[in-house]
């Protein structure tokens, strides 16, 4: 068995499922693999995305820790909060303790994570940063303290803490910019399985280029017909063809969805995998319910996925609303002049309120006003008949009302549209208690009505100025996924959680270019 490929610049994957098996081939007619960033799928040898981010992310620590050190020296250079030893020595002492620094990083997990999830980002990491950080400034202070060695400033030490937290944070994101700049950090990914699972798969990969997934096609023995969604993505063989797929078109990861194939098929699958040097992803069972809160345990070697009760404690809650009060209130005084300025902006731009209110469900079925700076013309509402043509789901799933282009908006309106600014005046229904930071997408009441059953679960925690819906995807992603997505964020509620969801809102919004 052979595969042709074209792994030219620019060029896309020739391929599409076919509708059924007895016509399904390996030939291409004119390539595979098609380029997501210019080069990507050229001669990476063993230079893989596991490969050129550990280096990349060594090479970024060893910068931060000593760009960190340097800095705290030069501040402290000749005031009266130095230590005994001196820069003379201690300079050659730090430097000595890099390794010790690099091995801790590698237990903490800091320099694995990018190959195997491919949504994984420094912001994911920061609380094992800040733990790790954290453990070393206290235990050097607790040997000088045992060993009477050294007597160290508690000030240069606290500088020296949050100055290796900063400095750590950013090289890692600029490490990781630069890393995904390269051909070699784009893996290519099989799916096996063409069902209604592996394509949906399929779908939000093709959509997120920045998680820099490469989807060379689908396996099975018995597909499904196309999505229209998939590009001309199509059936690569049978199931009993993975082995050679992975081979022919250097494969990195492969993701095993549902297939109707009998479960010791897919076992054989799986195990087979094992010496081709692949990641393996497996969509499990019951994945609409499965998230970030759920935990891998074992009975008598047999392994059982745990879900936490589906509630949020009344410390949860607490703990929740304290947090939005906490950053919304402080975001509200420190932006005070900024929303001024829009409003003044909104004011001499076209004639109409400031501000645009509308009904929104809120938690626990409970309507509300929902505040945004005003993007369109006075009377855009009664506009809204004749643009029902111009949907963009309305062709698909037209229980949401978005228009590219929309007409009725202006010109200042279509900016602050891009970057989100008009929603910044939900800090206020945060405030009063009618919306939280991060939570369920604040639907209108039309909208509303096509959550049913237990979607409605979603309506258990306020809505959100942010959540899952916009960090994935905001306009692209249809309304039955974004109901599920917020029954996910409902039911698997961290704190930590939120404030990964914060931490990428703004790169999701920069990223974006069709907020409308």
Not at 252 to 262: D, H, K, L, P, Q
Not at 458 to 481: H, K, N
């Amino acid at each position: 068995m052979s595969v042709s490929s074209d792994t030219s610049p620019g060029s896309r994957p020739a391929v599409a499922l076919a509708d059924d098996v007895a016509g399904a081939t390996l030939s291409t007619n004119g390539g595979l693999v098609h380029d997501l960033k210019a080069g990507a799928a050229q001669q990476r040898g063993t230079q893989r995305r596991g490969w050129l981010v550990r280096r990349v992310l060594l090479a970024s620590d060893i910068v931060a820790l000593l760009g960190a050190f340097l800095v705290v020296e030069l501040i402290f250079q000749g005031s009266g909060a130095v230590d005994q030893i001196g820069i003379r020595w201690e300079v050659p002492i730090f430097v000595a303790t890099l390794p010790l620094w690099i091995v801790a990083a590698k237990v903490y997990g800091l320099y694995d994570r990018d190959e195997q999830n491919a949504e994984h980002s420094t912001a994911d990491e920061f609380p094992s940063i800040f733990h790790l950080v954290t453990v070393a400034v206290w235990l050097f202070f607790a040997l000088s303290w045992i060993t009477g060695l050294t007597d160290p400033s508690q000030e240069k030490l606290a500088a020296f803490w949050g100055a290796t937290i900063l400095s750590l944070t950013t090289c890692r994101v600029v490490g990781r910019s630069i890393a995904r700049s390269r051909p070699s950090y784009v893996q290519n990914a099989l799916i096996v399985g063409a069902g209604e699972v592996g394509q949906s798969i399929a779908r939000k990969l093709l959509n997120h280029p920045e998680y820099a997934i490469n989807v060379v096609g689908f396996v099975d023995s018995a597909p499904k017909a196309r999505r229209e969604d998939l590009w001309d993505l199509r059936l690569l063989g049978p199931l009993d063809s993975v082995g050679d797929v992975v081979r022919e078109l250097e494969v990195e990861r492969v993701i095993i969805a549902f297939s109707s194939e009998s479960h010791e098929e897919m076992l054989d699958v799986v195990r087979s995998l094992k010496n081709l040097d692949v990641q393996v992803d497996i969509v499990p069972r019951l994945f609409e319910i499965i998230g970030p809160r759920m935990r891998i345990n074992s009975i008598e070697g047999v392994s059982i996925v745990s879900m936490p009760p589906l509630r949020l404690s009344r410390s949860s809650r607490l703990l929740k609303r304290s947090f939005d009060l906490a950053i919304a209130t402080g975001a509200i005084l420190v932006l005070s002049p900024f929303l001024v300025a829009i409003a003044l902006i909104i004011k001499l731009d076209s004639s109409g309120p400031l501000l645009f209110t509308q009904l929104r469900m809120g938690a626990r079925d409970r309507k509300f006003r929902i505040y945004k700076f005003r993007t369109m013309v006075h009377g855009a509402d009664s506009q809204k008949s004749a643009l029902l043509k111009l949907n963009k789901h309305a062709n698909g799933d037209a229980r949401m009302f978005k228009v590219p282009g929309d007409p009725r908006v202006t010109r200042v309106g279509r900016f602050l549209r891009r970057y989100s600014l008009d929603e910044l005046p939900q800090l206020f229904n945060v405030v009063k208690g009618e919306m939280s930071l991060v939570g369920p997408r604040p639907l209108v009441l039309d909208e509303d009505e096509f959550v049913e059953a237990w979607a409605r679960q979603r309506l258990a925690l306020r809505p959100g100025m942010t959540g899952y819906w916009q960090i994935l995807g905001r306009t692209d992603i249809p309304f039955s996924e974004m109901v599920k997505l917020d029954y996910l964020y409902v039911t698997n509620w961290t704190l930590g959680g939120d404030l990964k969801v914060v931490a990428r809102t703004i790169p999701a919004i920069l990223r974006s270019q069709d907020a409308y």
